[in-house]
C-alpha cells in the first residue's frame, strides 16, 4: 500500500474526492499541508486576503455548481475568520468542507501559540465536525466530512488538523475509503407513499393553492419538477428569497418573491389561499410576518428534507419528509397514473384574483430628472446581460432591488446570503462563481457598505485575473438601516451614514482594474455593455443613486402577509 | 410538562458537547443529564430530564437531537409505562446516640443504606423516583444537619419489550 504523511492525505483525500478548487491562506500550523499543495498539480489553490472570503468563495463556488466548497486555514484566528462564512454557509444549507489547522495534539488545552478551540467556536453553526488525532483516521474523516456536507440538509463541516498528525517524516498506509454508511445519519430521500397520495388529492381539490418554493427546491436541483408540476395543474408560483430561479422569473405562472420584500400578488395570494404547498421553504420570519396572523384560510403541505423545519414556525397539516426532487416526481407520477386534474374554474377564477392583484403593479416606482434610481439600474443590468448573468449580491436594499427587478430564469444564477444577510459575501462570492463558471457573466450587485467589508479581495482578482463586473448602488449610506430609521426612527439616522466613501475608481485602479463613474443614467447603459466586453478584465462600475429611495413593497411589523407598504405615501388597509 | 428523553448516541467525543450545546442554542431546559457508555462500548445512553410547555416544543426537541449526526435513535418514556430511577448520596452531620437512632430509622424506612461512617457524619445511599429522594431529604434534614447532597440525575427505560437498541 502507498505510504504517506498526513499531510500528503489530506491532499490525496481531496484529489481523490474530486476536489479541483480549494481556497484558502497559509500559517504555521498547516505549513506542511501547504507544502504538500505545492506538489500537487491537481488541486489549484486561491490564496485570499482575508479567511472570510475564502469561506464565501467556496461557498458561493458551491452554490453555482452543487459541488462541495472546500477552505484550508490556519489554526487561531486563521481558523476563527472563517466563522462568519461558515454561519453564512450554515444558515443558506451550503455543503462545505473547513479543514483548520491546530497546534500540535501534545500541546492542545495548554493555550499554546494559536490555539483556539475551532470545534468549540464553530460547533452551533456546522453540520458537524471533525478532529484528527491521528494521521491515519485522516482519510475516513475527510471522507465522512464530504459525504455529511452534500447528503440530507447541506452543510458546512469543520475539520481540525493538529500539526503534528501531518508530519511529512511519518508516513503511514493510504487509502481511500470508497463507500461509506453511518449508522447514526440516513437522511430520508423518498416521501411516504401514503403522505404522497394525500398530498396529490390535497393539491387537486384545492381551489386557491399557491406553490411557495424555498432555497431546498435549488439544492435538490428539483427545477424541472416544480415547473412540471405547476403547468401540469396551472399553479401559482412564489419563491423565496433564496428560491428565486427555482422557477422561471419571466413565466407567466410565477407572482414574484413573497415576504418582507415581496410582491403585492404574491403576498396576497399567500394570505388568501387555501393551500399552501411549501417545496423547500422553511417559513423563515422574513416570510410569515406575524405567525399568529399568517395564511389564515391555508391548508399547509410541506415537503422538507429536513424534519425540524416541518411545523417549526408554522404547523403543517401535510408533512412530507424528503427530497423536494424525488417528492414532486412522485406526485407528478402518481398525478400521471390516475390521471388527476384539478378544476379548472375555480383555478381560474383564482388567476382573475391573482391578475388584479397584479394590475396594481407593485414595482412601478418613479423616475427622476436629477437622480438614477436603483430600480433601472438592475432592469439596465438585466437588459445588458440579457438576463443570463450569475448575479451575486450582498445585503441591504441594492440586495432586495436585484431580487426585484431581475428576474432569474435558472437556478444557481442568483447568489446571495439570505439566511445570515452577511455583508461582505457578494464580491468573494462571484469570484468564487466565476472560478467555477469562467466563461459566463459574473456580476457583483453591491452597496458601499457592503463592498468595504471584503474589498482587499480585489487584490486576489488581481493575483488570479478574476475577471467579473461589480455594480456598485452608491447611495452614500447603509441604506437599509436608514430605511428603518426613516420608516420607525424619527428619521434619526443613528450612523447609518458613510461620510466617506473612497473614490472607487481610484481604488480599483490601485489594484490595475477598471473604474467607471456613473452619474447619469445615460452613462449607465454604456459603463455595462463596456464592462461585459471586457472579458480579461476586473470592472468597477461606482453608480451614484438616489440616497433617498427605499425598497417597496414592505410588510408591516406584526401585522399578516397582506400588510405592505407600498410606497413612501401607500399602504394597504389593515 | 416534564418529559424524559432517551438518546442512544455514539460513544465519540464532542458528542456530549453538541447534546448540550443544543439544548442551550435552542433554549431548551435541561432538568437532569446523565450519560454513559453502554455495553457496547460504542455506543453512549443519556437520559434527559426537561420541562417543555407543549407537545410542539417536545417534538421539535426530539427532532432537533435526532438531527444531530451522532445520535442513532430517540425517545420519549413518560409517555408510556416505564422506569425512572435516581440515585441520592448525602452525607449528614449527627451528635448523639438519639439522632443517630432517628437517621438509622428514616434511613430504613426509605431503604436507603448507609455507605459511610465517621464520628460525627453518615453517608447514605438512596435510589428512587424524584419525589422520594426529596421527601428522604426533607425528613433527614429534620433528624440532622445535612452537610453535602449529591443526586445524578433521572435514568430511565420503557416497561415491557420496548427498547432503544442500536
Ligand atoms: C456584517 C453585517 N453587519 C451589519 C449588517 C446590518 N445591515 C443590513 S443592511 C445594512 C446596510 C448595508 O449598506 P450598503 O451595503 O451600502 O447597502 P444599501 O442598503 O445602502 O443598498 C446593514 C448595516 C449586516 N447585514 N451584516
Ligand atoms: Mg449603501
Known sequence: MEMLSGAEMVVRSLQDEGIEHIFGYPGGSVLDIYDAIFQSDKIEHYLVRHEQAAVHMADAYSRATGKVGCVLVTAGPGATNCITGIATAYMDSIPLVVLSGQVPTFWIGDDAFQETDMIGVSRPIVKHSFSCRTAEEIPMAIKKAFYIASTGRPGPVVIELPKDVQNPLNKFPYEYPENISLRSYNPTLSGHKGQIKRAVAALVNARKPVLYVGGGAIIANASKQVLELAEKLNLPVTNTLMGLGAFPGEHKQFIGMLGMHGTYEANNSMHNADLIFSCGARFDDRVTNNVDKFCPNAKIMHIDIDPTSISKNIHADLPIVGSVEVVLQQMLDLIEETQATNDSESINAWWDQINEWRAKDCLAYKTSDTHIKPQQVIQCLYKVTKGDAIVTSDVGQHQMVAAQYYPFKEPRQWINSGGAGTMGFGLPAAMGCKIAFPDRPVVCVTGDGSIQMNIQELSTCMQYNIPLVILLLNNRSLGMVKQWQKMFYGGRQSHSYMDSVPDFVKLSEAYNHIGIKVDKIEELEPALIRAFELKDRVVFIDVAIDPEEHVYPMQIKSGSMEDMYLSKTEKTDA | ?166
Do not use: W
Not at chain 2, 109 to 121: A, F, H, M, P
Open chain 2, 1 to 166: 410538562m416534564r418529559r424524559i428523553i432517551a438518546v442512544l448516541l455514539e460513544n465519540e467525543s464532542g458528542a456530549l458537547s453538541r447534546v448540550v450545546g443544543l439544548f442551550s442554542q435552542r433554549a431548551y431546559n435541561i432538568e437532569s443529564l446523565t450519560v454513559s457508555p453502554t455495553n457496547d462500548k460504542t455506543l453512549s445512553r443519556m437520559t434527559i430530564t426537561t420541562d417543555v410547555v407543549n407537545h410542539a416544543e417536545l417534538e421539535q426537541m426530539m427532532k432537533q437531537l435526532h438531527k444531530l449526526v451522532d445520535v442513532l435513535r430517540v425517545t420519549e418514556l413518560t409517555q408510556s409505562a416505564h422506569v425512572e430511577r435516581e440515585l441520592l448520596l448525602v452525607k449528614v452531620r449527627t451528635v448523639g446516640s438519639e439522632a443517630r437512632e432517628e437517621v438509622k430509622r428514616t434511613c430504613d424506612i426509605y431503604r436507603g443504606q448507609i455507605v459511610d461512617i465517621t464520628q460525627n457524619l453518615y453517608t447514605i445511599q438512596l435510589t428512587g423516583v424524584g419525589s422520594k429522594l426529596d421527601a428522604f431529604v426533607a425528613t433527614i434534614s429534620d433528624a440532622s444537619e445535612i452537610v453535602e447532597v449529591v443526586r445524578s440525575g433521572v435514568c430511565g427505560i420503557a416497561r415491557g419489550d420496548k427498547a432503544l437498541r442500536g
